[in-house]
C-alpha cells in the first residue's frame, strides 16, 4: 500500500507532467517549422503518456487523480513566450530537463519503464533547441552543430596557456619571495626548483584524476545506452529520430535514418553515444597519461623562467633577469591568449605582464619583511 508520502510524491509527478505536456504545446502552436511542430508535439505526448502512469498509481493507491490543469508558473512561462518568443519557453524547459533528468532513477515505479530514458533524452534534446535558441531548424543549424567539435584545438590551447601561465605566475612569486628574504642564491635556486616540481606534479596528478574519472563518467553512460537499446530499442530509435529533427533532418528521413541505424547494435550504440551523449567511444576523453605528462611539461616550461637567471648569477642582477624574463614569458602568454579572445595584443599581453609582475613585487615585499623580522 503506497504511503502518504508515496501519494504526494505521485501528484508531484503527475503535476510536473502536465506542465511539461502543455508548455511541449504551447511551442507547438507557436512555431512556424513544421520538424519542430512535430518534435515539440510527440515531446507532449510522451509527457501525457508518463502523466498517464502517475494517475494510474494514484488510483491504485485509492487516490482520486481529479482534473489536474495547469500551473500558474507554466501559464505564465507560456504567456511570456507567446510575448517574447519560444527562445524564452525554450530554454526555460531546458533547464528544468536538465536538473530533472535524473528525478526518475531511484523512483521504483520507473522500473522497467521508459521514464527514465526518456527524462534524459529530452534533456539532451531541449539542450541541442536551447544552445541555437532556434526559430526555424534547417540543414545551416546542423552544420553549427558538427562545427562545434571544430573548437577542440581552441581548447587544446586555451590549456596549454594557462597551464603555462600558472607555472609562470607561482612560481615568479615564489622566486621573488625567497629573494626578497634571503640574499642566498642557493636557497632561491632550491626554492625555485622545489616549487617547479611541486606544482608540476600537483598539474600531472590532477589532470591525470579528471581525465580518468571522465573516462570512467564516459564508460559508465555507454553501458547505461547499450541496456537501454537492448531493453527499448523502439524508444532508442523513437529518440534518435527526435535527435535529427532537433539538427534540422525532415521528420520521414529522421525517422527513417535512425530505424537504419538501429539494425545493428553495435553501430547504433557508436551513433547514439555520439548523437546523444556527445561521447566519442573510440577515445573517451582522451589519455590520462598523455594529459598528466603535457600538464606537467607546460607547467614546469612556464616555472623555468624566473629560475633560469639564478643558474648564472646572483643578487639584484639575477633578480632584475628574473623579471625581464618573467615579463616577455607573461606578455607573450597574453598574445597567446588574444588568440582565444579576440582582444588587442599588446592590451592582452600587458595586461598578463602587469598582474604577474605585481603580484612578483607583493611576495618580493611580503619576503622582504619576513627576512628583516627573521633575521
Known amino acids: 500500500m503506497a504511503s502518504q508520502a508515496d501519494v504526494a510524491r505521485y501528484r508531484e509527478n503527475l503535476q510536473d507532467e502536465i506542465d511539461g505536456a502543455a508548455m511541449y504545446r504551447a511551442l507547438a502552436g ?18 501525457e503518456r508518463h502523466a498517464g502512469l502517475w494517475r494510474e498509481k494514484l488510483a491504485e493507491a485509492g487516490e482520486e487523480p481529479g482534473d489536474r490543469g495547469v500551473s500558474r508558473r507554466a501559464r505564465v512561462l507560456i504567456w511570456l513566450a507567446s510575448k517574447m518568443g519560444t527562445g524564452v519557453l525554450v530554454s526555460t524547459i531546458a533547464q528544468q530537463e536538465r536538473a530533472g533528468q535524473f528525478m526518475y532513477d531511484d523512483q521504483p515505479e520507473t522500473e522497467g519503464t521508459t521514464l527514465r530514458a526518456d527524462e534524459r533524452s529530452h534533456a539532451r534534446i531541449l539542450s541541442t533547441l536551447a544552445e541555437d535558441n532556434p526559430t526555424t531548424m ?15 584545438g ?7 596557456v594557462l597551464g603555462a601561465n600558472d607555472g609562470l605566475v607561482s612560481n615568479l612569486a615564489l622566486v621573488m619571495a625567497i629573494a626578497g628574504a634571503s640574499s642566498s642564491r642557493t636557497a632561491v635556486l632550491i626554492a625555485g626548483l622545489a616549487g617547479l616540481l611541486a606544482g608540476a606534479i600537483s598539474m600531472a596528478l590532477g589532470e591525470w584524476i579528471s581525465v580518468q574519472s571522465s573516462r570512467e563518467l564516459n564508460q559508465r553512460q555507454l553501458e547505461t545506452e547499450r541496456s537501454e537499446i537492448e531493453e527499448f530499442p523502439e524508444e532508442e530509435a523513437e529518440e534518435l529520430a527526435l535527435i535529427y529533427q532537433a539538427k534540422g533532418i525532415p521528420p520521414d528521413q529522421a525517422a527513417e535514418l ?4 538501429m539494425q545493428d547494435a553495435e553501430r547504433a550504440l557508436d551513433t547514439m553515444a555520439r548523437e546523444e551523449l556527445g561521447i566519442d567511444p573510440d577515445d573517451l576523453g ?26 648564472f648569477t ?22 597567446a591568449i588574444s588568440l582565444m579572445t579576440g582582444r588587442n595584443v599588446w592590451w592582452s599581453g600587458s595586461r598578463q605582464t602587469i598582474f604577474g ?11 622582504s619583511l619576513l627576512g628583516v623580522a627573521v633575521g
Not at 517549422?33 to 508535439?41: G, K, R
Not at 534547417?138 to 577542440?152: C, Y
Not at 589519455?287 to 623555468?304: C, N, Q, R, V
Not at 609582475?357 to 619576503?367: D, E, M, Q, S, Y
Request: aromatic share 10%; net charge negative.
Open 286 to 311: 582522451g589519455s590520462p597519461w598523455e594529459a598528466a605528462i603535457t600538464s606537467f611539461f607546460l607547467f614546469a616550461i612556464g616555472a623555468i623562467l624566473p629560475v633560469l637567471p639564478f643558474f
Open 314 to 335: 646572483s643578487g639584484l642582477p639575477a633578480i632584475s633577469m628574473s623579471l625581464l624574463f618573467s615579463g616577455l614569458g607573461l606578455f607573450g602568454l597574453g598574445a
Open 258 to 261: 535512425a530505424a537504419s541505424v
Open 138 to 152: 534547417t540543414g545551416p543549424v546542423l552544420a553549427r552543430l558538427e562545427g562545434r567539435h571544430s573548437a577542440v
Open 357 to 367: 609582475l605585481v603580484a612578483a613585487a607583493i611576495t618580493f615585499g611580503i619576503g
Open 154 to 160: 581552441g581548447n587544446a590551447l586555451r590549456a596549454a
Open 30 to 47: 507557436m512555431e512556424e517549422e513544421p520538424a519542430l511542430v512535430e518534435l515539440y508535439e510527440r515531446l507532449a505526448a510522451t509527457e
